[in-house]
């Protein structure tokens, strides 16, 4: 699991480049269900789930995130791009 934002970025964006998004959500599925604690694996999961459209999973790992971490920027971001009626977010960039 990479420990870092660096490592996880780089891992992201090789899989961006080796194949499908759903590929990639995948991987990070997998490394969410290892480590279910990790602000890491869910929040790039959730970046995932938004780029394939998956929007009610990607808000549901935000606020999972929020939980544990309340002050989390990026979490409280996406969270309120999704939850403001009538915008259509674009989906965040790894």
């Known amino acids: 699991m990479p420990e870092s934002p660096y490592s ?7 899989l961006a480049s080796m194949g499908s998004p759903e590929e ?10 290892l480590h279910p604690a990790a602000v890491i694996p869910a929040l790039y999961l959730a970046r995932e789930y938004e780029k394939a459209g998956r929007q009610e999973e990607a808000l ?35």
């Open 8 to 14: 996880a970025q780089k891992l992201g964006e090789l």
């Open 24 to 33: 990639s959500i995948q991987v990070w599925e997998k490394l969410h269900e």
């Open 60 to 94: 549901a790992l935000y606020e999972r995130i929020l939980v544990n971490h309340p002050e989390h920027e990026e979490a409280l971001t996406r969270k309120r791009a999704l939850e403001t009626p009538g915008t259509n977010p674009p989906a965040p960039s790894n």
